[in-house]
């Protein structure tokens, strides 16, 4: 399988939210809330990942499907992994690293720190986050709406190249 990673545009719009309602139900975004986002393209950045059907002899080739999505909010400051979904039927193909690596390579070249929120009992994507550096820095009761589902709060610093200048040890 082939995935592809472009920037999201308003007409990704009813693929996401069908994604939304598969992966993030009662908790989903809103259209409006998407449309929000896209708009303000100083401080976002939204991917879309898509694998191309390909056709064997007696088929045409299809469309590309939408299989994840990724946004990040990002400051000089610090960086926010805004959502990050993938369609259940291709968790745990390395679609949601993909779009994970390439929102830190984003944050990594605006902020020094990338902060998220991740369901308290969603393991797998916890497990995602820790591999790529983040580590859990509290908690909030509460935070998902209208499940009313905890969030771990976790961060992760930029890691810069250390430089050996001098007489330290090698």
Not at 12 to 37: I, K, Q
Not at 55 to 61: R, T, Y
Not at 66 to 71: A, E, K, L, R
């Amino acid at each position: 399988m082939t995935v592809t990673l472009r920037p999201m545009t308003l007409d990704d719009l009813p693929e996401v939210m069908r994604l939304e309602e598969e992966l993030f139900a009662p908790d989903t975004w809103t259209v409006a809330m998407y449309r929000d986002e896209l708009s303000r393209s100083d401080t976002r950045y939204y991917l879309v990942a898509e694998f191309g059907v390909t056709a064997d002899e007696d088929e045409p080739a299809g469309p590309p499907v939408m299989v994840g999505y990724g946004g990040l909010i990002a400051y000089d400051d610090e960086a926010h992994v805004a959502t990050l979904g993938v369609t259940r039927a291709l968790q745990g193909e390395g679609i949601g690293s993909l779009l994970l690596d390439a929102l830190l390579a984003e944050a990594d070249r605006r902020s020094p720190v990338v902060l998220l929120e991740v369901r308290a009992d969603n393991a797998a994507a916890q497990h995602l986050y820790r591999r790529r550096g983040f580590v859990e820095i509290g908690r909030r009761r509460g935070y998902y709406q209208p499940s009313g589902a905890d969030a771990v709060v976790m961060r992760r610093k930029r890691v810069r190249a250390l430089s050996r200048i001098g007489g330290g040890r090698g």
